[in-house]
């Protein structure tokens, strides 16, 4: 079973999957930030505070115990006041929407680049693939051994 298990872990795509989960994560942290740090607070200034994420609705009585503040979403949330909070979930939908932007720009440019190498070989005009340097090894012995040029003589058969 372990062996069984390694051979599907080393396989090409499970290896592509866990560097492409790992590499989205640390984009979705950099999105996070670009959301978090630059966007929404100029939205939030259109929009007549900073923080955004601030805007909520009560559903429910705040508790007789409470000392924190009446418009602090988190302290609220973290008393256990039920909470609408639309001003957290914009902020979730604006950093998705970037998300997808800039997905769907890394895939556009893949798919031009994509599109242009098939033109050139539909046209003939990529350049042919270069030769692997042990192939081109192997050729240049080969003619040497051809032309009989080598400073060494082969042993004879037995």
């Not at 795509?13 to 640390?26: K, P, S, Y």
């Not at 693939?129 to 090894?137: I, S, T």
């Amino acid at each position: 079973m372990l062996k069984d298990f390694r051979a599907f872990i080393a396989r090409g795509n499970v290896l592509d999957l866990a560097v492409g989960v790992i590499i989205g994560g640390a984009f979705a942290t950099i999105t996070k930030s670009l959301t978090d740090d630059i966007i929404m607070p100029i939205v939030g200034a259109i929009f007549g505070g900073f923080d955004f994420s601030s805007y909520f609705v009560k559903l429910g009585p705040v508790p007789a115990n409470y000392a924190g503040s009446l418009t602090s979403y988190a302290q609220l949330k973290a008393a256990g006041v039920p909470l609408f909070g639309y001003g957290e979930f914009i902020t979730v939908v604006i950093n998705f929407i970037i998300l997808a932007f800039i997905v769907f720009l890394l895939m556009r440019s893949v798919n031009r680049v994509i599109a242009a190498t098939e033109r050139e070989k539909k046209e003939g005009t990529a350049e042919p693939a270069a030769e692997p340097a042990e192939v081109a090894l192997l050729r240049e012995i080969r003619d040497e051994l051809r032309a009989g040029t080598g400073t060494r003589t082969p042993p004879p058969l037995a």
